[in-house]
C-alpha cells in the first residue's frame, strides 16, 4: 500500500497463450493499427500485425496476425497466429486460428489449432514427414455429392 512501488503491467489480452507458439516477447517487428502498407513482405523474425496488409508474406519467423489485423496476399512463414482477417493462401508448419479468426484460402499445414469461434473457408492439406496424403477424388457422377478418398504413401 504505502510506499509499494506498482509495476505496470501489459495487459495480454490479444496475445495467444499456447505451448511452442509465438509470444510477445518474441516479437521484433511491429505493424500497428491504422497502418495500412502494400507490397510483398519478407519476415526474418517474429511479427505482429494489427494494420492491413496488400501483399504476400514470407520468412523465417513466425506471424501474429492480431484482432484488427487484415492480410489481402499469401503467407508462407514458419508459424502463424491468427486473430483477424487474412484472406489468401497459407503455407506453414503451424496455424492457429483463436477466436474471432477469419481466414479464406486454401492451407498447407504440419499442425492445425482452431478455436471455437473461428471460420476457415477453403481446402486444408496436412503435410509431415513420412505420412500419408490424402486426396479426395470427385466421382464421375456427382449427383450425390459424395467424393472417392485417394491415399497415397509418401517417403
Given at each position: 500500500?504505502?510506499?509499494?512501488?506498482?509495476?505496470?503491467?501489459?495487459?495480454?489480452?490479444?496475445?495467444p497463450?499456447?505451448?511452442?507458439?509465438?509470444?510477445?516477447?518474441?516479437?521484433k517487428?511491429?505493424i500497428?493499427?491504422?497502418c495500412?502498407?502494400?507490397?510483398?513482405?519478407?519476415?526474418?523474425?517474429?511479427?505482429?500485425?494489427?494494420?492491413?496488409?496488400?501483399?504476400?508474406l514470407?520468412?523465417?519467423?513466425?506471424?501474429?496476425?492480431?484482432?484488427?489485423?487484415?492480410?489481402?496476399?499469401?503467407?508462407?512463414?514458419?508459424?502463424?497466429?491468427?486473430?483477424?482477417?487474412?484472406?489468401?493462401?497459407?503455407?506453414?508448419?503451424?496455424?492457429?486460428?483463436?477466436?474471432g479468426?477469419?481466414?479464406?484460402?486454401?492451407?498447407?499445414?504440419?499442425?492445425?489449432?482452431?478455436?471455437?469461434g473461428?471460420t476457415?473457408?477453403?481446402?486444408c492439406?496436412?503435410?509431415?514427414?513420412?505420412?500419408?496424403?490424402?486426396?479426395?477424388?470427385?466421382?464421375?457422377?456427382n449427383?450425390?455429392?459424395?467424393?472417392?478418398?485417394?491415399?497415397?504413401?509418401?517417403?
Amino acid at each position: 500500500m504505502f510506499g509499494v512501488k506498482l509495476k505496470n503491467k501489459e495487459p495480454e489480452l490479444n496475445n495467444p497463450v499456447t505451448n511452442k507458439s509465438v509470444s510477445a516477447k518474441d516479437i521484433k517487428s511491429l505493424i500497428g493499427e491504422g497502418c495500412r502498407v502494400e507490397g510483398s513482405f519478407f519476415i526474418p523474425t517474429a511479427t505482429r500485425i494489427d494494420g492491413y496488409i496488400k501483399g504476400d508474406l514470407t520468412g523465417d519467423g513466425g506471424v501474429i496476425i492480431g484482432t484488427s489485423g487484415k492480410i489481402s496476399g499469401s503467407i508462407s512463414v514458419s508459424e502463424v497466429v491468427i486473430m483477424g482477417t487474412v484472406d489468401g493462401n497459407i503455407e506453414t508448419q503451424r496455424l492457429e486460428l483463436k477466436k474471432g479468426a477469419w481466414l479464406s484460402g486454401d492451407i498447407i499445414v504440419g499442425s492445425l489449432i482452431t478455436e471455437s469461434g473461428s471460420t476457415f473457408n477453403g481446402k486444408c492439406s496436412m503435410k509431415t514427414e513420412n505420412s500419408n496424403v490424402t486426396e479426395l477424388i470427385p466421382e464421375e457422377d456427382n449427383s450425390t455429392g459424395n467424393v472417392k478418398i485417394k491415399t497415397v504413401m509418401t517417403k
